[in-house]
């Protein structure tokens, strides 16, 4: 079984700056993949970015980036340049590369992002 | 493309009551998934079918049962509603790629007084 760990549940960030937002994981799966999705206060739920765990190099996509480091089992969605419309609840999620039986995510509990001006 | 479609919205029971969410994808996904997401706990897996005709439990199937009858349509069904379900409920389907997201509807506030 997966677990996802969002130890933020928010955090606030001056607009134009940067911000963090943390994810761990917890697997015995060798091959996975994470996931970001945006939650904006209308409800839907955007896909945001993929890293999977044998890629070399850390995701980027646009704005968002991830600071993926799999010793340390954690995989940080970066914001650069925050904007007014990143205000959002923001979910990490993950699935093992196995599980073709399911495709399901495992999602963490998110995390508030809240921009000012 | 209207991409993953739900109905209702919005809709409000009373306990005891039933009803049936209907989620309908127009993108050919084999994959597709029910979620429940309630405040501090992110989304729940209640049940997923990997093709037309399968379907399966996720991590919270209890007072749920779902239909694939179609390969386009989800149905999430409820017998008998009771308030620990009032919740905001998702669909979505996927490709079945290790890469490939999950794309999702709109959601549907349930209310079960």
């Known amino acids: 079984a997966q677990k996802i760990t969002q130890t933020q549940p928010g955090m606030f960030v001056q607009e134009k700056e940067a911000v963090t937002l943390d994810c761990t994981y917890d697997?015995?799966?060798?091959?996975?993949?994470l996931f970001w999705y945006k939650q904006p206060s209308s409800g839907e739920m955007i896909f945001l970015i993929y890293q999977g765990s044998y890629d070399q190099q850390n995701a980027t996509e646009g704005r968002y980036s991830l600071n993926f480091q799999k010793a340390r089992k954690s995989a940080n969605l970066v914001i650069s340049a925050s904007q007014l419309g990143d205000s959002a609840m923001y979910f990490c999620?993950?699935?093992?590369?196995?599980?073709?039986?399911?495709?399901?995510?495992?999602f963490g509990s998110g995390t508030r992002l809240q921009v000012q001006p | 493309n209207a991409g993953v479609t739900q109905t209702p919205k919005f809709r409000v029971l009373k306990t005891g009551q039933s009803m049936t969410l209907l989620c309908a994808q127009d993108m050919n996904h084999e994959y597709m998934y029910w979620y429940r997401q309630d405040p501090g706990m992110g989304l729940r897996l209640i049940h997923y079918?990997?093709?037309?005709?399968?379907?399966a439990k996720g991590e919270v199937p209890d007072g749920y049962n779902v239909s694939r009858l179609k390969k386009q349509n989800f149905l999430l069904g409820l017998e008998s509603a009771a308030p620990s379900q009032t919740s905001v409920y998702f669909c979505?389907?996927?490709?079945?790629?290790?890469?490939?997201?999950?794309?999702f509807g709109n959601g549907t506030r349930l209310t079960v007084t």
């Open positions: 079918s990997v093709g037309e005709g399968t379907t």
């Open positions: 999620a993950m699935r093992p590369d196995m599980d073709t039986g399911r495709r399901a995510l495992t």
């Open positions: 697997t015995s799966d060798p091959s996975y993949g």
């Open positions: 979505a389907s996927s490709l079945p790629g290790r890469n490939s997201p999950l794309h």
